[in-house]
């Protein structure tokens, strides 16, 4: 089946600290893969997206790289920001023509300290 | 360009009762998705909409329905309310329905259930 699977949050930084949230996925099928972003008492915006192997998807310093080998979207920014504090999650999307589906991840929750 | 509109942002309701949830999608854009989001569970497929046809539906009990007009706007219906529908119910619209199709989210109906 279709499935994805995040690290487990809270996670924790200072500000200026490097960020990775880990996220690897299986699918049947060649799926797209997304970052979205949560804030308080919002939707979900998306963050960067990536369709095929070796793609790398980057917004505002967040970058990552759609691995196939290792079935795995790990989402990095090298300089983190009390703004960024927020959930992440991880989604993919696969099927067929008329038949789609979206699969999020549990979500990572990120703090930032100052 | 106006985002993804859901309304009411917020609704209480006590149980055995049924509720209608709305969404419009941003202009142009002619598929619907509706996601139930709960701590416990995460964020949940609930069905998805395009040119006015159910595309695809997610494990969701027959109490919950949708429908899209032929403008693209989208209602959900539950009816016979359970304690464990209290959830935040978000809706995403994009521009067609395909692999590489980001969505982009409304802010949510938060629904209470006493």
């Known amino acids: 089946g279709n499935s994805v699977t995040q690290m487990e949050g809270p996670v924790t930084l200072s500000e200026e600290a490097f960020l990775t949230i880990n996220c690897t996925y299986t699918a049947t099928g060649y799926p797209s893969l997304f970052w979205y972003v949560q804030y308080p008492g919002e939707g979900l915006q998306l963050l960067l997206k990536?369709?095929?192997?070796?793609d790398k998807g980057s917004n505002k310093g967040f970058e990552a790289t759609y691995r196939k080998e290792t079935t795995s979207f790990h989402l990095e920014k090298g300089s983190v920001q009390v703004s960024d504090s927020a959930v992440y999650f991880c989604a993919l999307r696969v099927g067929t023509s008329g038949t789609y589906k979206y699969i999020f991840g549990t979500g990572t929750r990120l703090k930032v300290l100052a | 360009k106006a985002g993804v509109t859901q309304t009411p942002r917020y609704l209480i309701k006590t149980r055995g009762q049924q509720v209608t949830l709305s969404c419009s999608p941003i202009?142009?854009?002619?598929?619907v998705s509706w996601y139930q989001q709960t701590p416990g569970q995460g964020l949940q497929f609930l069905f998805e909409y395009f040119s006015e046809t159910q595309r695809n539906k997610g494990n969701f009990p027959g109490r919950f329905s949708g429908r899209q007009f032929s403008n693209s706007r989208s209602e959900m219906n539950v009816s016979t309310l359970e304690l464990g529908d209290s959830a935040l119910y978000l809706c995403?619209?994009?521009?067609?329905?395909?692999?590489?199709?980001?969505?982009?989210f409304g802010d949510g109906t938060r629904l209470s259930i006493l």
């Open positions: 990536a369709t095929k192997a070796d």
């Open positions: 202009s142009g854009h002619r598929s």
């Open positions: 995403a619209s994009s521009l067609e329905t395909g692999t590489n199709q980001p969505q982009h």
